[in-house]
């Protein structure tokens, strides 16, 4: 009965004190755009070759124009090979293919400067397989904006 009257007390006691007045907005200033998630545009090469055909042309067409529309900071080119090759070889033959769609890229009025490329190598497979495979889903190079 105590506890009831002591709570009932500090209620009464609470209910007196005025509400402070809501805060007042945020002076304006500049807009702070969300995290963007990054685009990737996937391009592919047949067997032990690093030139852009058609079919990659086309996607990075898109990938340039995404570029262009504005928003983006920077470029990342990568190339890869599957596991049919030495590990050196297939380490020059994915800089070949990642060189060639920078070049490509820059072509299509991507400013070098924003463009960075490498390549992987048969590290980092799309589909894992054994050595010596032949798997066209790893021979490929991903631009990432």
């Not at 200033?29 to 592919?44: E, K, L, Q």
């Not at 042309?57 to 090759?85: E, I, K, P």
Request: hydrophobic content about 45%; overall charge positive; glycine content about 8%.
């Amino acid at each position: 009965m105590k506890r009831a009257m002591i709570a009932c007390s500090l209620l009464a006691v609470a209910a007196c004190v005025p509400v402070p007045p809501p805060l007042a907005p945020p002076p304006p200033g500049p807009v702070v755009a969300g995290p963007v998630s990054a685009r990737v545009f996937t391009v592919f090469f047949d067997w032990n070759r690093s030139r852009v055909g058609p079919d990659a042309m086309a996607v990075l067409q898109q990938a340039a124009a995404t570029y262009r529309a504005g928003g983006v900071v920077s470029v990342h080119v990568a190339g890869h090979t599957d596991t049919s090759g030495s590990i050196r070889y297939n380490q020059r033959l994915s800089e070949r293919r990642a060189k060639n769609v920078a070049d490509a890229l820059v072509a299509m009025g991507v400013p070098a400067q924003t463009v960075v490329f490498g390549g992987v190598g048969e590290n980092d497979l799309a589909v894992p397989t054994p050595f010596g495979v032949r798997e066209p889903r790893n021979r490929r190079v991903t631009v990432i904006e």
